[in-house]
């Protein structure tokens, strides 16, 4: 089955005075993040990269949705510690009837509805995945540059290998909020670390986790911190 992403904005959200046209948008984008699991980890950082705007701005998107009651924000603590780990963003499932759209608009909420209803048949798993053609072309294009990061003996070898790689940097983009630029400069500063240049040998490690419960690609973004900001990460 071919992959499909939909960024699904319905009828109660799109017709919702309260929200910004930008908030509406900002919705749409998670729906699509959300595709797989239901939920995301997208930071503001990441949709602040990704509308260029400040992350004020996407502040003010996400207060807006969560008020009206479209998504819900849970925030995650490092242990015994009140500083934010992460975020968890997951879509309210609601009544396309809370608000009653224009007539002339029933027969483009039918559209929004069976898109709706295949959401589930689109999803991108660890069983559908067979081809590189189950990836989009942006996945595709990011990983020929990112694997020239790493050393040939190291590079995948095999249709299987590659379709691994492939796949973490769709879960790194999806499920972990880091977009392909992201994931390229993190990749290229730790590649130049002389330590990490020996031990960092495959992009599979990014969502390992460590000793300490933290995954590699978050340790590595702290680690790197003053060097990436330098490069506008």
């Not at 977009?179 to 990490?196: A, E, G, H, M, T």
């Not at 340790?219 to 790197?224: C, M």
């Amino acid at each position: 089955m071919n992959k499909s992403y939909y960024a699904i904005i319905p009828a109660n959200v799109r017709y919702n005075d309260n929200l910004t046209p930008n908030a509406k948008l900002l919705y749409g984008e998670i729906t699509a993040l959300c595709n797989e699991k239901g939920f995301c980890w997208a930071s503001n950082a990441y949709f602040s990269q990704l509308y260029k705007v400040d992350k004020r701005t996407i502040t003010r998107w996400i207060s807006q949705l969560e008020n009206n009651k479209h998504i819900n924000c849970k925030l995650i603590y490092k242990k015994d510690s009140k500083e934010v780990e992460k975020r968890m963003i997951k879509i309210v499932p609601t009544a396309l009837n809370k608000l009653s759209p224009p007539h002339d608009k029933i027969v483009e909420d039918n559209i929004y509805s069976t898109i709706n209803n295949n959401t589930n048949n689109n999803s991108l798993t660890s069983k559908n995945v067979k081809s590189e053609k189950d990836f989009p072309p942006l996945i595709l294009d990011s990983y020929n540059h990112i694997v020239k990061l790493f050393p040939k003996q190291t590079q995948p070898k095999t249709k299987t290998e590659k379709l691994k790689w492939l796949s973490e940097l769709d879960k790194l983009q999806r499920l972990d909020g880091y977009n392909p630029r992201q994931i390229y400069l993190i990749c290229s500063k730790v590649r130049n670390d002389n330590f990490w240049s020996q031990n960092f040998l495959s992009i599979t490690k990014l969502r390992q986790k460590n000793k300490d419960g933290v995954k590699y690609i978050q340790s590595f973004e702290y680690r790197f911190a003053k060097d990436l900001k330098q490069l506008k990460l």
